[in-house]
């Protein structure tokens, strides 16, 4: 019984492992047929690939080239399938029916006990095929055909083969049988040429019928795939038109209702973007070149007064030195802006984070600003306790340029006030004056480089118009929001938010900090 047991489990084993083996071949089989029949797509591509480096074609070309040889290589497999198929077919009839007429020869063979020549002779007429008769040794006994010799082949076989004989395709089938006490191989020979040449004749038609069908699909493909690339060409010869000259112009999406709308319009939102970049850095070299010209017109008219009149007139000597001297420290200042804002612009200003206490950072410029000026009445209000994480000297910068640009605006001996406030996780710094105002349709644009609220640009109270887009810009690399209040001749008030606070902090975690929040 264990030997019994023993015996099972290893046969149980031997048949895991047979179907295991059987089941990855399969596995194998399967990816190599799908291999081979993605193969023809792969080189197709692969040829296209290299013809394109060669030369340049049209992406019209491209796409009816690709569908044409898609669809002619289902044509070539169908064709070969459905001629398979019918060659098979065929063959398949005529051995059934070869088979049935060996039966009825061995029946008619049987019921006679002998061999009735004139009986086989109708059998062959009738079914149209060559009966042989071969004695014990293989000699000929009798044939119907004496031009055909016997086929000494396969002949105790009872399986039908596909023999060639001279250059012919012949059927041939065999059975050995016993007449009285002889044996005898008779043997069926039936000429199956016709059908080859019927499925030579289908393979033409087939060549044929697939050339003009793929003419015509190559001809539609291209008229197809120029249809539906005329809308990209169209956007070609659109963008092609536009320049530096007009780049007000877009493309035209009117008509457009699919993914070629998307890529248009977002081709257009491009657009704007690079129109207003544009008109922005024309506008700032304008500026730039107004603002650097006024100096240096000054100065060279103090240059020429010098020349004609300073050597012997010390007063006037004086007046030109101290402008000549202003108008360079104002040209300093104003290099210094444009400096600082195009490194911005590279991301090229390092900061360091540290931790920064507002109450000692509002407290100090407090300081600072009633000692620089003292015309204002400077109110320092500061409610609560505030830590974050900045730089603090760009903090103190960001609210310096806000004071300046109050006192710049506030009549003299009027109030400026100093602010800030805790509400919840977050701080805000405040900068509030009783100057002129703002006009609200400027508020929005008092961010942007060289602007002045007043349209003249006048230079009557000094600045360039850089201050407040050096302030935003460290607003935004702290991550904090900025809020503008304003009503002509009643005053502005200016507010940052700053979104984090810290009450503690270890030091050295706090230098590890990266504040790039772009």
């Known amino acids: 019984m264990k030997t019994s047991k023993k015996t099972e489990r290893k046969k149980s084993r031997f048949l895991v492992l047979i179907s295991t083996v059987f089941k990855r071949i399969a596995i194998a089989v399967g990816l190599l047929i799908k291999y081979i029949a993605l193969l023809p797509v792969r080189l197709l591509m692969l040829l296209l ?37 019918f060659k098979y077919f065929m063959v398949d009839t005529e051995t059934s029916a070869l088979v049935q007429t060996r039966i009825r020869v061995l029946n008619i063979v049987h019921e006679d006990e ?37 086929v000494k082949y396969n002949l105790t076989s009872n399986i039908p083969v596909l023999l060639k004989i001279n250059e012919e395709r012949y059927l041939v089938a065999s059975a050995k049988t016993k007449v009285g006490d002889t044996y005898y191989y008779i043997q069926l020979i039936k000429d199956v040429g016709s059908l080859y040449e019927n499925v030579y004749s289908l393979i033409v038609i087939g060549v044929i019928l697939t050339i003009i069908f793929i003419l015509a699909i190559a001809a539609i493909g291209s008229r197809i795939s120029k249809n539906l690339l005329d809308p990209i060409t169209t956007m070609t010869g659109q963008v092609k038109a536009i320049s530096i000259k007009n780049l007000d112009r877009r493309l035209d999406v009117t008509d457009a209702k ?16 690079i129109e207003d970049a544009y008109g922005k850095q024309n506008q700032f070299v304008s500026d730039a070149s107004h603002e650097l010209r006024t100096p240096i017109s000054v100065i060279n008219g103090y240059v020429g007064m010098l020349d004609r009149w300073g050597k012997r007139d010390e007063a006037i000597l004086d007046e030109s030195i101290q402008a000549i001297k202003g108008e360079t420290i104002q040209m300093k200042e104003l290099i210094e802006k444009l ?40 109110v320092c209000d500061v409610e609560g306790e505030s830590m974050i994480y900045g730089n603090n000297k760009l903090i103190k910068q960001m609210i310096r340029i806000f004071i300046e640009n109050a006192i710049k605006f506030t009549e003299e001996s009027k109030q400026i006030t100093l602010m800030m406030r805790v509400v919840g996780d ?31 640009r006048t230079k009557s109270s000094g600045g ?55």
């Open 426 to 456: 977050r701080t805000m710094l405040a900068v509030k004056d009783a100057g002129i105002g703002i006009p609200k349709e400027d508020i929005a644009k008092i961010f942007d480089r060289f602007y002045r609220a007043d349209k003249s």
């Open 258 to 273: 699919d993914e070629l709308k998307d890529l248009a319009m977002q081709f257009n939102s491009m657009l704007d973007h």
């Open 49 to 85: 690939n290299k013809l394109g480096n060669l030369f340049r074609f049209s992406l019209t070309f491209k796409i009816s080239l690709i569908y044409t040889m898609l669809v002619l290589v289902v044509l070539i497999v169908f064709n070969a399938s459905l001629i398979s198929f």
């Open 114 to 150: 002998l061999i009735d020549a004139d009986h086989l002779s109708v059998v062959a007429s009738e079914d149209n095929v060559i009966i042989n008769v071969l004695d014990e040794n293989t000699e000929n006994v009798y044939s119907t055909d004496s031009l055909l010799k016997p």
């Open 464 to 518: 360039s118009g850089l201050g407040l887009s050096i302030a935003k810009w460290i607003i935004d690399q702290h991550g904090a929001e900025v809020k503008v209040f304003s009503e002509l001749n009643v005053g502005t008030k200016v507010e940052i938010w700053f979104n984090e606070r810290v009450s503690l902090v270890d030091e050295e975690e706090v230098n590890s900090l990266d504040l790039d929040r772009e």
């Open 339 to 378: 400096l600082f804002l195009a490194r911005s612009d590279r991301n090229k200003i390092e900061m360091e984070i540290e931790r920064v206490d507002l109450n000692e950072l509002m407290e100090e410029i407090c300081r600072e600003t009633r000692m620089i000026d003292s015309k204002h009445d400077i």
